[in-house]
């Protein structure tokens, strides 16, 4: 369907926003949900004269992770085009990843006698994972043509990325775990699965062997295990696939990072929704298409605290009639999941929607929540159908055959 | 899907009679739809007791052409069996097209020194272009083994059909347009991209060459340029897909056109929705399925004009008793796609249908809208489930699995 939305672009002028409230959809305590607690006057009454309905990021009853829920919204297919777990620890630690890269999450582990005593080195503290991971990187910057870049997580993860003097081919990655999953075994070999894997998998072992040398004398970091090799999805730039010019408005560096894979433009943003609305109002001028990203909502639901969830959705609806005052040819304001605070955690719930366009019926609901949502014009749709709904209304679509 | 339909078929002697208000949907003008500023006390009537829903003709968010449109409603997948442009022309000109046929979107154009100095021949008047296609036809009826049919359009446009001796192989027509889209180029030759199209390609270059000796000394239209060649989608036909004789009833070239494709019967059908109601009437006993085409609705949607598709509705909605009079088994009463007069153009908004049969609960909509149509009991669904559900309610269809 991307195929078809592509063959069938027009550009003009009109200017598209997307709010994603993180793990914005929530289920009942006592009675209410997160969003029908909350006094949201400003949501409610764009709810009133807009489309609303719920999407599915996946499919029913699959929990998204943030990666497949973004890609959803932005009209990929998140079955079709998964995006591996190194790639997703790099962007989660700020880096950038391009063609040219394969990315891998790694654990700091203690190997003793060859065999791996403790897969995750007694859990580190992260500051100690700080100043080893700045040790190695300064040890090992370049093994033959290829760049490494190491960046340290939280207690023993960190990720690295190896890059390439030019863009890998897409089986590039097919490289087994290096983690025997249990204490007691010998680490696994970097496998190749491919003879285009091949060549990273040779990076990869000297990339072991020159690591485990640096960290021979730790106590407990001793050694590394590496799993999640991957490089870049092979999928259509967002400019690329809508004739759009994006701009992403992120103050987390794991949204900047999934906006980055798709080429949307995603300079740091610092400071609250006040300071990324700021930032959307400062860009308006050069961009088409505007991903802005509120993540507190989620951390709240995650937290599985109904106040502090229900409060940062109040503060946004607050913001929003700075929003509404830039006049955006089509605004909409949903979420990437949801995380309901009776389950601490993303869910499978289909997540509210409300899409402000010139070209919608209005009038089905009452109220911005997911029961109200349910009686939208919208019905309950998948996610990548959120896309051409917007560009239609933007009047960004020619017609289909003749 | 239209595979699983065609194994489970039983015939009977129920009737289906399937009405299409053409560009049905609409969006709202001062707080109302078309639809539901219309007087319809009967199309009320009959929702209240009827199945109701609204369906999507391609994607969300994406607008179809009649073609497409009809397609969908026919049961066809429109993206999987798209219709060339030179073929829709070519039937919106009353020609009738086999397997046999090529179909060309044709332009009057100006040459000068050898390069186009006016690709549309100055929008020459539609009464010369007609004298001028006379002309041509006369001078060229065949080339080779192959029969050259050339109807004319609206002032510089015009149609051919190269009619083949045998059916085609599908990659027949796959030759580029020989329009350089800009003036002051030179034409491009009919490039053939297969072997099979070369032979359809020394045709159309046969053709050329002929056209333009006869119309060398025309002051303006002195060329011609061909776009779109074309042939008969690889699709079944309507009989064997279903196991019903259809007839269509369409006081339009375009519709009867789009119906013979399939090979539904389709003769000449002049006058009003009454005239068309009588023809379904006095063919009652001979066919199983009818499709009964209402263009005027679109029309005025197309024009921007609320009262004349309003009032449009209004004498559908008045004749509407005189269908419910032959009591068919299944009435189906939708469009083929919304033209809101809002936007003065087809849309993608989801269509509204009734769907009258024996088999359905009723009892969710007040009245015949869109809006009263989301509470419908059919949802909100793709095009191509109308004809499984139609034949379903005539009990056509036979248990899936034991």
Known sequence: MQQII??????NSSKIVLVVLDGLGGLPVNGKTELEAADTPNLDALARTSACGLHIP???????GSGPGHLALFG???VACPIGRGILEALGLGMEIRKTDVAVRCNYSTIRDGAI??????RIPTEQNRLLTAKLQKAVTKIDDVNVMISAGMEHRFAVRFRFPEALPPDSALIADTDPQKEGLMPLPPKAATGNAGRVAAVAEKFIEQASSVLKNEEKANFLLMRGFSTMPDIPMFGEAYGMKALAI???PMYRGLARLIEMDAPIVEGGVADEINFLKKNYDKYDF??????????????????GKKERIEEFDALLPDILAIKPDVLIITGDHSTPVAMSG?????VPIILKGPYVYGGFCEKFSERECH???LGIFPSVHIMPLAMANAMRLKKFGA
């Open 6 to 11: 592509n063959s069938l672009i027009q550009k």
């Open 58 to 64: 996946v499919a029913p009853g699959i929990t998204p």
């Open 76 to 78: 990929y297919d998140p």
């Open 117 to 122: 005593q403790d897969r995750r080195a007694g």
């Open 250 to 252: 992120a103050t987390y």
């Open 290 to 307: 505007f991903f802005l990203h509120v993540k507190k909502i989620d951390s709240y639901g995650e937290d599985g605290n109904f106040e």
């Open 346 to 350: 993303h869910s499978w719930h289909p």
């Open 375 to 377: 009686r939208g014009e």
